[in-house]
């Protein structure tokens, strides 16, 4: 099971990364934008500067949607760095354009999935990678675990070796219902990785043994 961050931002990447624990990164035009990014040198040099920071897969996604642009957007990303994965969103043209990538070497994750069926498109295209969205179902009332534990099921039935990330993570009850799912990985925020370190009893544990300790070694 791997984790990877959810953020395009540089700081909060560090700190997930000294943990020791990160596996990689995903980002979309959203978090870039939220970092302020712009033009196509400020992309290139911001998902440069995340590859330096982590030995692990990085999700760039592209912006256009039609089949030729995907490509050579996806081409562009993809010779940055090996460490690239190309992400298109599950619409039409993605599916082709994963399964030109998945030809052609290219790694990809496909993104905004809702359906089962959209995973069972990218899976059969190629896709390294499926992302479910599970906090965007929630937030109409879907059950967005329900929809990872379906895919990682159809895969496992039928033998697709594309890893499903539970994206759209919200917090750390996400994070161990989708991997008790079955995800591969679990994208998130980093107080939602943080947050599974939390408990009242670890805190009051370690204050006892240090009050223990101080009592005999003043
Ligand atoms: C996944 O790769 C997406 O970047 C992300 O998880 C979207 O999450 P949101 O619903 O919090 O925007």
Redesign the pocket.
Known sequence: MKFFI?TANLDQIKEANDLGILDGV???P??MAREGIKGEKGFIDHYIKICNIVDGDV?AEVIATDYQGMIKEGEALAALHPNIVV?VPAIKNGIKAVKYFSDNNIRSNC?LIFSPGQALLAAKAGATYV?P?V??LDDISSDGVELVAQIVDIFDTYGYESQV?A????HTMHIIQCMDAGAHVA?CPLNAILGLLKHPLTDIGVEKFLADHRKLNK
């Open positions: 959810d995903t980002t979309n959203s978090l999700s992400k993104t992302s969205f906090g965007r990330i994206a759209s993570i919200r994208t």
